[in-house]
C-alpha cells in the first residue's frame, strides 16, 4: 500500500513544477463557476422562483466536487490508461512485481491532484451554502459516495480499455464523458429533466457517479424512493466492475498473446 501512496504523492509534487498550469486549472475552474452562477441566476429569475438560487448554486458546488473526486469528470483515469497504451509504455508495468490498475489509478490521481483540492473547496462551500439536513443526509451521502466510486471506477476502467481494441478511443472516450456529464446531473439536476426522460434514466448507472450522492444531501429520511435508488447505485457498482474488470483481463490477456 505504501508503494501506491508514494506514487500519488510523486505525481502530485511533480504536477507543482508546473506553476503556470496550476495558474491555468484554478482560473478555469473560477471561470467555470461564475458561469454556471450567472447562467442560473437568469434561469432561477425566469423561473419566477420555483428554482431556489442558493440550493441550484450548493447542488453544482457539490457536483463539481463530486464529479472530480470519484473522477467521473473527464474520466482522467481512463484516459492515463489509454495514454500507456498507446505509448507502448503499458508494458513496462505488466512486467514488473505491482498491481497494474493501482498503479496507474495512483498516478492519474496524483496528476489530478490539484483537481481534488479544488473539489474538496467545492464540497465545502456548498455545503456552507445549502448544509446537510442532518445526520441521515451524512449517512445516505457516505453510501451513495462510494458507490459512486466503485461505478466511475468501471467506467474509467471500461473507457482505458477501449484502447485495447480501437485504433484510437479518443473520440469514443470524448463521446462517452459528454454523456457522462449530461446523464449524470453534473450538467442538469435530474429533477429538471421531463418526467419520462427522468424515470428512465433513473435506472442507469449515470446519475449513480454524481446525482445521487449529491441530492442524498437534502434528504432527511429513508423512504422508499430513497432505498430504489440506493439499490440501483449498489447493483451497478458491483454488476458494472465484475463485467469491465473480465473485460480488462481478456484485453489484458489478448495483448499479452500477441507480444509485449
Do not use: C
Not at 185 to 210: C, D, K, N
Amino acid at each position: 500500500m505504501g508503494i501506491y501512496f508514494d506514487i500519488v504523492r510523486f505525481s502530485f509534487l511533480r504536477f507543482f513544477s508546473y506553476p503556470f498550469e496550476i495558474l491555468a486549472s484554478v482560473l478555469k475552474r473560477v471561470i467555470e463557476i461564475l458561469f454556471l452562477i450567472l447562467f442560473w441566476s437568469l434561469i432561477v429569475k425566469e423561473s419566477g422562483g420555483q428554482i431556489n438560487i442558493s440550493q441550484i448554486i450548493s447542488y453544482f458546488f457539490i457536483s463539481m466536487g463530486i464529479g472530480d473526486l470519484v473522477m467521473s469528470r473527464w474520466g482522467p483515469f481512463g484516459g492515463e490508461i489509454g495514454t500507456q497504451i498507446k505509448s507502448g509504455h503499458i508494458s513496462n508495468y505488466l512486467i514488473k512485481p505491482v498491481g497494474i490498475i493501482p498503479t496507474l489509478y495512483s498516478i492519474s490521481f496524483g496528476r489530478n491532484g490539484l483537481r481534488v483540492l479544488l473539489a474538496i473547496i467545492n464540497l465545502t462551500i456548498g455545503l456552507i451554502v445549502y448544509p446537510p439536513k442532518g445526520i441521515i443526509s451524512i449517512i445516505l451521502f457516505i453510501l451513495f459516495f462510494i458507490s459512486a466510486w466503485w461505478i466511475a471506477f468501471a467506467y474509467n476502467l471500461f473507457q482505458g480499455t477501449l484502447f485495447f481494441h480501437l485504433t484510437d478511443a479518443s473520440g469514443v472516450r470524448n463521446a462517452l464523458n459528454n454523456i457522462v456529464r449530461v446523464f449524470s446531473g453534473e450538467m442538469v439536476p435530474l429533477y429538471l429533466f421531463p418526467l419520462a426522460l427522468g424515470q428512465f434514466i433513473r435506472f442507469t448507472p449515470f446519475p449513480s457517479m454524481v446525482y445521487g450522492p449529491t441530492i442524498a444531501l437534502s434528504i432527511n429520511s429513508f423512504n422508499q424512493e430513497v432505498m430504489i435508488n440506493l439499490g440501483i447505485s449498489i447493483f451497478w457498482a458491483i454488476f458494472l466492475n465484475i463485467v469491465v474488470y473480465m473485460f480488462w483481463k481478456k484485453s489484458i490477456k489478448n495483448y499479452e498473446a500477441i507480444g509485449i
